[in-house]
């Protein structure tokens, strides 16, 4: 079936002779649909020991610099017990233990390293309250096992405490311990989230067990700072029902319903968070995408949300947003994530963000964030095929699509691709039939953003396309305007296919990590052009290839 698919969209390609036909798309600046909400500006990973590493360190600064606007951090086992010392899908910071005579021993030493990098970078945390120290845990051996965790095996840090009057404290004395820091003004501006994914393996326990967990952990955060954004569940995707549905549906229920177990009053509840993923197989020889899985997630969680009378209008924070569930599955060793190292991953984000933010707007939900649970791996081989954002200081193309789009602001506007696939099909059969060459744009004081992509879920070769741009709606008095291409493909903004050309060096030379390191950055295409528009209306002709994503920024003066 999948080849016929795949003869199929080659068949219209010949037919049509420009990969799709010629695409036409329109963008009307005059045309203001709503604000442009930077929901790409999330970032998370497994390892939070990395966070101090030169490269990690390094990769925060790069975060931060991709956007004007602010970054926020999510990461695992910022509480869990062990030396700081940070493994595949584990950290550790050793900030709980007890003396022999079982009273509360807080060691601030790791955490503070972590945080303060945070700081240093101007990023913001988003504070992800677990796991479990080992000697809270009701259950502590064994603690740790190295990935790849054999199934079946329960870990000491994934059970409910043994005593949660001392996991309130844990808590409220590490948010006290953050505004002593960093003060209140700042910790104020932090999320802070309870736990991970507590309805699969990271969580050993009932559905009440989380939600009592819950009460104490944000009265914990409220003792400390009283106005502190607290939230959760961060269940995995959840599908139109079971385990995931059935947990955030239940959650929701007890914080709108109950009375706190720590305080007996309301329950906080500030944002909403749950994640979702996509798949990923490898069919004849190729990767093939698996979209609307992810975009399934999060169709039946905007669904659960909007069904809540008290919490539907509360901000709701994707904090695992990705094509697939396991950043540390190797490509080597899972081939099906082939995706990792080149254009594909950046076009399917491109895609992601739009359809998320029009999947947001026509279910009236308030769509904060898509975290991206990706960063970086130290002492890996170069281009290894893990789900990050650079390998070795080496940017990864993925990095270049959120600074095209940190290029985006102001307000989104009216565009219109004549080759775009409609979100609806998207849900129902994915990017299969015909490539999706789509548009998003945005325009503020004399300045547009244009984003094209061209897309298909199957990573096989396809034509590239002929897509005829027209702007109108610049501002009449600009006789002048700047356009600057920005691409992301094959040979632009690709560190990767820079990387393969040189022979794959596992060790490269002085002068070839300096070229990586260019190769890596977001790429103008050509020259920077001026137009004079008439009638306040320029046309373009852009050659777009398949898995490729250009970014049209054309700035002018008003007056």
């Known amino acids: ?93 050793n900030v709980y233990t007890e003396d022999a005579s079982g009273r509360p021993v807080y060691d601030w030493k790791i955490l503070d390293g972590i945080f303060d990098a945070y700081a240093a970078a101007h990023v913001r945390p988003m504070v992800e309250l677990g796991f479990m120290p080992k000697a809270l845990s009701s259950r502590p051996d064994p603690y740790h096992v190295p990935w790849p965790v054999k199934p079946g095996v329960e870990e000491g840090w994934s059970f409910p405490p043994k005593d949660y009057t001392r996991w309130q404290e844990l808590i409220h004395q590490f948010a006290e311990h953050m505004v002593k820091r960093y003060g209140v003004d700042a910790v104020s501006t932090w999320y802070w989230e309870v736990w991970n994914e507590p309805n699969i393996f990271y969580w050993h326990g009932t559905q009440q067990q989380y939600d009592k967990l819950y009460d104490y952990a944000v009265a914990g955060v409220r003792q400390a700072i009283p106005n502190a954004r607290v939230g959760g569940p961060a269940t995995t995707g959840p599908g139109p029902s079971g385990n995931a549905a059935d947990f955030l549906k239940a959650f929701l229920d007890h914080c709108a319903n109950d009375k706190s177990a720590a305080t007996g009053g309301t329950i906080p509840l500030d944002f909403i968070s749950f994640h979702i993923k996509g798949t990923t197989k490898v069919v004849n020889g190729h990767v093939q995408m698996g979209l609307q899985h992810e975009l399934e997630n999060a169709q039946n969680g905007f669904a659960i949300v909007r069904r809540s009378a008290k919490f539907q209008g509360l901000p709701i924070i994707l904090s695992e947003a990705d094509p697939e569930g396991c950043a540390a599955c190797v490509a080597s060793r899972y081939p099906q994530n082939a995706y990792r190292n080149g254009s594909l991953y950046p076009t399917y984000t491109a895609v992601v963000m739009k359809s998320l933010m029009q999947m947001a707007a026509r279910d009236h939900v308030n769509l904060l964030g898509m975290l991206t649970w990706a960063f970086e791996f130290e002492d890996q081989p170069y281009f290894e095929g893990f789900r990050a954002l650079a390998t070795h200081g080496i940017d990864k193309p993925e990095l270049n699509f959120f600074r095209m789009a940190g290029l985006m602001s102001g307000n989104v506007v009216a565009a219109n691709s004549s080759g775009a696939v409609k979100v609806d099909q998207i849900l129902t059969s994915g990017v299969r039939q015909q490539p999706d060459i789509d548009t998003l744009a945005t325009s503020t004081h004399g300045i547009a953003a244009v984003m094209l992509w061209n897309y298909c879920d199957e990573n096989a070769p396809g034509l590239a396309t002929d897509v005829h741009v027209n702007i109108q709606g610049i501002n009449p008095s600009a006789h002048r305007v700047l356009v600057q291409q920005y691409r992301i493909d094959d040979e632009h903004s690709n560190a990767y296919t820079a990387w393969l050309h040189m022979g794959s060096p596992q060790k490269p030379t002085p002068e070839q990590y300096t070229k990586l390191q260019a190769a890596g950055q977001l790429a103008l295409f050509g020259s920077p052009q001026w137009m004079t528009p008439i009638h306040g209306q320029i046309k373009m002709q852009i050659h777009l290839p398949r898995q490729s994503i250009s970014l049209l920024r054309i700035t002018w003066t008003e007056q």
């Open 1 to 93: 079936m999948t080849r016929k698919i795949i003869f199929l969209c080659t068949l219209l390609v010949a037919i049509h002779g420009f990969g799709q036909s010629d695409v036409a798309v329109n963008v009307d600046l005059r045309q203001k649909l709503a604000p442009f909400t930077p929901i790409y500006r999330w970032f998370g990973y497994d390892e939070s020991n990395y966070t101090t590493t030169q490269n990690g360190q390094a990769l925060l600064g790069q975060l931060r610099d991709l956007s004007p606007v602010q970054v926020y951090i999510r990461a695992h086992f910022l509480l869990a017990s062990g030396d700081g010392k940070p493994e595949l899908k584990w950290s550790s910071s």
